[in-house]
Structure formats: C-alpha cells, structure tokens
C-alpha cells in the first residue's frame, strides 16, 4: 500500500499568513493527489484533485503543486475559516490511502 | 443537487454486525463509484472500500476483508455497508462518498456515528 506522510502534523499560524502543507508518498502517485478539509463535527471537504486543481467552489487562495512523490498545498492567506484539519489522498491505485493529516491552527 | 444522506446513529454491543445506508439523489447513481470512509474518534481518515454500482465485486481494504459487505440497490439509488464482528475499536464515524470519472470525493454523507458497547 501506498503511504502517505503529511508534515508538519501541526502548524500554527495567524490570520492572513500563508501556510504551506507537504504531503509525501512512498512511491510515485503520478499526479493523482487530492486534498481535502475537515472542520470539526464536519464530514471532508474537496480542495484540490489531481496535484492542482481546485474543486468546485474553492477560493484561489488555495493551490496545490507537486509531482511524483512530493506535494504541497498552499493557502496564500489565511482566513479563518481555514482553520482546521487538512488530509492529502492518493487514488493512484486501490487501496486509497490517506495522509494522517495535518492541523492548522490559529497562533 | 448532489446529496448522499446515510441513515442515523447505531450502539451495537461487540461480536454485533451494523449496516449503514446511504441514500443518493441529484445525480445517476451508476455513474459514480460509491466508497466507505471510515473515522475513529480524533483520528484521521481510512479507506475501507469501494463498489461499482453496474456491478462486479467490490474492493475491500485488506483490514476489514472478510468482516466488511458493500451493496447497493439501483432501483433506490442507495449503497450500504455491514460490518460484522463488530469490536470495541469499531466505533467510529462512517461515511459513504462518491467518485466519479474525473473527479474525486466531491460529495460525502454527513456521517453515521458507530458505537460498539457492552
């Protein structure tokens, strides 16, 4: 199976900041990586499928790079809104695995 | 528009088998793939499997083979999910999500909350 690791697990940042989360697999997922959002009590939220595209109804603030094994998710400015739990996914192959996730929280 | 509602909140006690529901409308339901998304309490999220609702088997991650039984019923446009043997460490929150041809989990249930008690 696919594994992914999500750093940092934590990051702490305040309002209009911009955060940059990794997400790296131990083999190459092609461009099939995809981010979601979680807020609590909430079910996962699409951002980003396929390294860098946003999903319907995400602001521009969010984007995502990457290829191969190494991807990032940036978010230029920080609302806060987006405060919360993000989780990378690959769908390169079954099993689909998850990130462990990484936390944004507010400074 | 799109929704998937999954059916309320279960106790069961351990050794019990559970099944959730999940109830589609506002797309076709064979043309999306429908996936089970399992989340213990303040962890994160595991892939349980996936089922195509044309037909042919569903995939099951490795952990939950032989314990995990994933269906669904076109003529209500509904997928389901049993677990059985249920332990301790199964509480959780189950989610069923949708994928389709081009695009990932972009519509989830709102989550059924599993609880395994004695």
């Known amino acids: 199976d696919i594994v992914l690791t999500q750093s940092p697990a934590t990051l702490s940042l305040s309002p209009g900041e911009r955060a940059t989360l990794s997400c790296r697999a131990s083999?190459?997922?092609?461009?099939?990586l995809v981010w979601y959002q979680q807020r609590p009590g909430q079910a996962p939220r699409l951002l980003i499928y396929?390294?860098?595209n946003r999903a319907t109804g995400i602001p521009a603030r969010f984007s995502g790079s990457g290829s191969g094994t190494d991807f990032t998710l940036t978010i230029s400015s920080l609302e806060p809104e987006d405060f919360a739990v993000y989780y990378c996914?690959?769908?390169?192959?079954?099993?689909?695995?998850f990130g462990q996730g990484t936390k944004l929280e507010i400074k | 528009q799109v929704q998937l509602v999954q059916s309320g909140a279960e106790v069961r006690q351990p050794g019990a088998s559970v099944k959730v529901s999940c109830k589609t409308s506002g797309y076709i339901f064979l043309t999306y793939y429908i996936h089970w998304i399992r989340q213990a309490p303040g962890q994160g999220l595991e892939w349980m499997g996936v089922?195509?609702?044309?037909?042919?088997?569903?995939t099951y991650a490795r952990k939950w083979q032989g314990r995990v039984t994933m269906t669904t019923d076109t003529s209500t446009s509904t997928a389901n999910m049993e677990l059985s043997d249920l332990s301790f460490e199964d509480s959780a929150v189950y989610y069923c999500?949708?994928?389709?041809?081009?695009?990932?989990?972009?519509?989830w249930g709102q989550g059924t909350l599993v609880t395994v008690s004695s």
């Open positions: 083999q190459a997922v092609s461009n099939f």
């Open positions: 396929d390294t860098s």
């Open positions: 999500t949708r994928e389709g041809q081009l695009l990932p989990f972009d519509s």
């Open positions: 089922i195509n609702p044309t037909g042919g088997s569903p």
């Open positions: 996914q690959q769908r390169v192959d079954w099993p689909y695995t």
